[in-house]
């Protein structure tokens, strides 16, 4: 159990209505979209999450037809891209490191939503990155306190790395999503989570955008943008950053076999 380092996160968030926790301390601290919130800095809020990352999984096609994305690679069924002006993303409030990913589930909506909710299971079923997560504390009917810690990268070079982060399940009409869409948003909170000194502390905001192409099939768009904190040749942070979307496909193996 985790010993929280403020006390937005203190006290119980049962029974407690939406409407309730926007008006407490957590929504005081992010103001967001009405949500309980918590955020690091601006630029980790809801709001800002969602207008910087979601403009990046809208329509991923003309945005590599106009060179707002590059696409870095293909790997086991999920395109990577990264954004073309890196420095333009980070000027706007963004973390240096940005990845988008797509990839298709045979899978319906709701049950990629559910595994990607339930985050007690990901060390099952993330292969790739996750060593350990943990639920820290759920804050109300759609936010929960995250802990995650990552799998060393590169063989090594790159030392585990562990995030602390609120989940938010949000509205897909913020994006115009269509109909039977879900829409995940990760704030960073670095720092309401104690250190793990096996670990180096990082800095993370995701968005991740479901979408049904028929009853049984979901398109999953991923943002991520990430701070991995440390002096590391740039070529190594890249290589790794790639790997990171690969949470899709190993997801997707997982559902695929159920």
């Not at 969602?50 to 999984?57: D, M, N």
């Not at 060179?67 to 706007?92: C, F, M, P, Q, W």
């Not at 240096?96 to 060390?123: D, T």
Request: glycine share 8%; charged share 20%; proline share 4%.
């Amino acid at each position: 159990m985790f010993a929280l380092r403020s006390s937005r996160f203190v006290g119980s968030a049962s029974g407690r209505s939406a409407a309730g926790l926007a008006a407490g301390a957590l929504a005081a601290a992010a103001g967001c979209y009405g949500l309980a919130a918590a955020c690091d800095a601006p630029g980790a809020s809801v709001k800002s999450v969602t207008a910087r990352l979601g403009r990046l999984v809208v329509d991923v096609p003309t945005l590599e037809a106009t060179k707002v994305l590059t696409r870095r690679t293909d790997l086991n069924g999920v395109t990577i891209y990264s954004v073309t002006n890196e420095a333009a993303h980070s000027k706007a409030g963004g973390l240096p490191v940005v990845r988008v990913a797509e990839a298709v589930i045979k899978a319906p909506v709701a049950e990629v939503a559910a595994l990607w909710w339930h985050v007690q299971s990901r060390k099952d079923w993330d292969s790739v990155n996750t060593q350990d997560c943990q639920l820290v504390k759920a804050l109300g009917t759609d936010e929960r306190l995250v802990y995650l810690q990552g799998k060393p990268k590169r063989g090594g070079v790159i030392s585990s790395r562990d995030f602390a982060y609120v989940m938010h399940r949000v509205p897909a009409q913020e994006l115009g999503a269509r109909t039977g869409s879900a829409l995940f948003i990760q704030t960073n909170t670095a720092s309401e989570v104690p250190a793990n000194s096996s670990s180096v502390r990082g800095d993370v905001n995701s968005l991740l955008l479901l979408e049904p192409l028929d009853a049984t099939t979901t398109r999953a768009r991923y943002a991520i943008e990430i701070d991995v904190k440390g002096w590391l040749p740039t070529k190594v942070v890249n290589a790794a950053a790639d790997e990171t979307p690969l949470t899709l496909a190993v997801m997707r193996d997982h559902l695929e076999r159920q």
